[in-house]
């Protein structure tokens, strides 16, 4: 059973910087999606960002060039590094996995469909004011 567990939430002020953490506990294996996703009040989920576990990313056009991914796999840890940040960025921000996924999930650009994710952590808060 894995478990996700994000942390690095907090309030900043716009143009500042934030990086949330996500780690996976129990058995994650070698293949897998791991991605953001984020919810303002009165708004959908949406995806944010996304790796595969063979180091293919993809991003919401909403905040390419400010946010990065990046894993650390001895960890089963990914980062979501969040520069200039605007208070449109003001959200819930869940961290979300699928484990088993298939040669053709690993090897290419992963997917921000929310339905795609089985695996979802509590949430942590960012706030841009």
């Known amino acids: 059973h894995v478990q996700l567990v994000e942390s690095g939430g907090d309030s900043v002020q716009a143009g500042g910087a934030l990086r949330l953490s996500c780690e996976g506990s129990?058995?994650?294996?070698?293949?897998?999606?791991m991605g953001w996703f984020r919810q303002a009040p009165g708004k959908e989920r949406e995806g944010v960002a996304a790796?595969?576990?063979?180091?293919?990313?993809r991003y919401a056009d909403s905040v390419k060039g400010r946010f990065t991914n990046s894993r650390d796999v001895v960890k089963n840890t990914l980062y979501l590094q969040m520069d200039s940040l605007k208070p449109e960025d003001t959200a819930m921000y869940y961290c979300?996995?699928?484990?088993?996924?298939?040669?053709?999930?690993?090897?290419?650009?992963?997917?921000?469909?929310?339905?795609?994710?089985?695996?979802w952590g509590q949430g942590t808060q960012v706030t841009v004011s």
């Open positions: 129990g058995s994650i294996n070698n293949n897998y999606v």
């Open positions: 979300a996995a699928k484990t088993g996924v298939g040669f053709t999930e690993v090897w290419s650009s992963p997917s921000l469909n929310i339905d795609m994710y089985t695996m």
């Open positions: 790796a595969s576990s063979g180091g293919y990313q």
